[in-house]
């Protein structure tokens, strides 16, 4: 897919950087952001260089108010974190002319490595065919920074660094966060995570206590189940509709909350995926988002919002797509596209937002990142420092390398642009792959709005041993007959927030992320065929379905 025609994005290097004085709310643009930087002393980006990303942003953010405190929904394990005592000692790393005998911080040069390549693609071409013809070689050195070739190289990165992440990748983080969301909140800061799902277990562990039901959507990931389990932490999940969970029904719930019959405190957490949920595809539109952030405010309840599949929404289905849709005139219609976000929305700093590079660059690196108010991030920043520590400094430079120093943020936009078509193209394979093979009148869907999954309902009323066979059964029969037909879909009960309840429900879930287009429609034709010889519908070849 080309590049935006009218999208014109201008390179800066690092030291151009000035400061506009007071930009107030004026939007910043994406071919902006480099200029607007504030100079930096050489030293900001050493080893295990400490950093706080208010130094980063290029608004004023005075005029705003203040987070809520949340030190009564806090954790005694989170309260009790110090941080760690010797890598606050990393500050006067940067001194001149220190001779540090401190830190065990070893040497750069018994780090076996001189030189990093890896081949990119540039801006406006970038599937595997064009980066393999015109794509560029990226170099990271080994001491890139001594010899002012870059702020980031491997002496640095492969080095020990803060639980926040280094200061260079940081910086870009802040900005992105800045251009996408600008939270209208005073004092926000941004920390890096190694992955959402690490995000996801510290964020439990600092805002719940064991015996804690947490609300959520109804159907919702089973890892974060898995996850939370182990700390004695039950999900209440709330019923959901093609727009995701229903925040009426949330209302009700807090409204009525028994502690006697529940056997917990009221919930004072919500964990939700707004944007292409996972499972089921759903995604909140900006008058359920307002409305789901109104019963957060009455009832007083903090949201973990995670949003792996924020950039992959995609323009409305209309069952004649064939095509990658046409890209937007700029990126300012891009973003305007995207459904805004709780964080966008957030002016009590109630929310704590996960954001990841896993479904859009690559999940192996293990690099996400978390927006929350500064009270929140400095618990979370210690917490890290003392566990997971600093993302994979790999990585990280690789990161760099790409998004500040090759793509900048605009080349970033265009690639998320790139995908959102890739992905539509994707989705749309898979609609037309239900359209042609699935029984309608056993299976119904809605087209997704965003991320990678297709949510089918299937009827199991209407299951030839029903009720003899209860639902679980039935679902249990449809899943094997799918397999002795060669297509793995995934069931609906493992999804469930709350397996001990009632649900007089059936659904299996598809994916149509990493298949290859005819190997989706394969997939799905397999499964309409395991469903019709399971409810005994027969052959037909009529009205598209194939013949078995």
Known sequence: MAPPSAIDVTGETD????????????????????????????SQWGVAAHADTINFRQRSYDHKPKAKQWDHIISKEALS???????????????????????????????????????????GKFSEQETKETGVTITAGKHDLAKDKSIFDIATAFNYGQGSGATQLLRWITEHVELIHNPPYQDWRCTMSVGSSSGMDMAFRMLTRPGDVVLSDEYMFAATIQTAAPMGIRFAGVPMDNEGLLPSAMDHILTTWDVNARGARKPHLLYTVPTGQNPTGATQSLARRKELYSVC???????????????????????????VPPPPASHTEFLQSLVPSLLSLDMDGRVMRLD?????????????????????????????????????????????????????????????????????????????????YLPRDVVSWKPPMAGMFQWLQID??????????????????????????????????????????????????????AAPFERIEEGIRRFGKAVREEFGLGRREENGYLKY
């Open 15 to 42: 030291t151009s950087g000035i400061t506009i004085p007071d930009p107030l709310s004026a939007p910043v643009k994406s071919n902006e952001i480099f200029g607007r930087r504030r100079k930096a002393d050489k």
């Open 81 to 123: 974190r110090t941080g760690s005592s010797i890598k606050q000692a990393a500050k006067y790393l940067a001194q001149p002319g220190l001779i540090s005998l401190g830190g065990g911080i070893p040497s750069s040069e018994y780090f076996p490595f001189e030189e990093l390549s890896f081949k990119a693609p540039v801006v």
């Open 297 to 323: 405010q009455k009832h007083d309840i903090f949201i973990l919002e995670d949003e792996p599949y924020y950039f992959l929404q995609m323009p409305p289905y209309t069952g004649a797509d064939t095509a």
């Open 356 to 436: 990841s590079f896993s479904k859009v660059l690559a999940p192996g690196a293990r690099i996400g990142f978390v927006t929350a108010s500064q009270q929140l991030i400095d618990i979370y920043h210690k917490h890290a420092d003392v566990s997971t520590q600093n993302p994979s400094g790999l990585s990280q430079l690789i990161f760099f390398k790409l998004l500040d120093e090759h793509w900048g943020h605009g080349g970033y936009l265009d690639w998320l642009i790139y995908l959102r078509g890739q992905y539509t193209l994707r989705r749309n394979v898979i609609l037309k792959a239900c359209d042609r």
């Open 460 to 513: 199991f009323r209407k299951h030839p041993d029903y009720p003899e066979k209860g639902v679980e059964e039935i679902e249990e029969r449809v899943f094997e007959r799918a397999i002795q037909c060669g297509a793995l879909v995934m069931r609906g009960s493992w999804f469930y927030a709350c397996a001990e309840e009632e649900h007089g429900t059936l659904f299996f879930r598809a994916t149509f992320a």
